[in-house]
């Protein structure tokens, strides 16, 4: 009877010890898991070498202000949409994805790599420091971001849209003298509906309104 009453308590034992572990474990899938980090995005990383064979006498130098984004929030680096099929007048952020930088900062580096393949790309500083010391100013350009989103046409299209303005002006005693100002509008469709295929199209978008800037400043001889 004893050894009976010995096996009893032993299994009641190591049932309660399930029981436990059963708990413990349910307890523990319970608990909230870390929230997953935002993907991050950039342009990619460019060209990779100068472009060979382009013998052209180089252009003037040009200082580059610093592109400013009066459509965007200043600082932000949220992939910004829009749902034309709601309402487009909305600019929504994705969730789980970012902009290694703003994209106004972005843009800069990008209309900087392009105009530098053939002329000396300045800052407003340094442009001023080049005329110290005994130089000419060089004509200034200031670029605008007015939009620079992912827009759905349904839940399955999308295609990225990029607008910027372009002034270009000379400096003088008073001022500025304006040269010339121009809209760039660009859409490059999206290869997926969502934060990936839109930031590689705004990418490409970017790319495409470099070199039509470009363009535009060697028709007004610039």
């Given amino acids: 009877m004893k050894t009976i009453k010995f096996i009893a308590a032993s299994a009641r034992k190591s049932s309660a010890g399930a029981v436990f572990v059963a708990i413990l474990l ?3 899938s319970a608990l909230p898991s870390p929230p997953s980090r935002p993907v991050h995005y950039d342009f990619g990383p460019g060209a990779m ?3 060979a064979g382009d013998r052209r ?4 130098p040009l200082a580059l202000a610093d592109v400013e984004a009066p ?5 932000s680096t949220a992939v910004l949409y829009r749902l034309a099929y709601a309402d487009a007048r909305q600019l929504r952020p994705y969730t789980q994805a970012r902009w290694s930088q703003p994209p106004a900062q972005l843009v ?10 053939r002329r000396a790309v300045l800052t407003l500083e340094s442009g001023a420091a080049q005329a110290r010391a005994g130089g000419k100013l060089p004509t200034v350009l200031r670029v605008d971001v007015e939009e620079f989103s992912q827009v759905f046409t349904s839940a399955a299209e999308s295609a990225s849209l990029v607008r910027l303005r372009a002034t270009l002006a000379e400096p003088a005693q008073a001022g500025e003298m304006l040269l010339g ?3 760039f509008i660009v859409q490059r469709p999206a290869a997926s509906a969502d934060a990936a ?3 590689r199209a705004l990418a490409e978008a970017t790319d495409q309104v470099a070199q039509e800037l470009a ?8």
């Fill in 26 to 28: 349910a307890g523990c």
């Fill in 49 to 51: 070498a100068p472009v």
């Fill in 197 to 199: 295929g839109g930031t």
């Fill in 57 to 60: 006498a180089p252009l003037p």
């Fill in 71 to 75: 459509g965007l929030i200043e600082g």
């Fill in 108 to 117: 800069q580096q990008r209309l900087r790599d392009q105009l530098g393949q």
């Fill in 215 to 222: 363009q535009w400043l060697e028709q007004l001889g610039r």
């Fill in 181 to 183: 100002q121009r809209v």
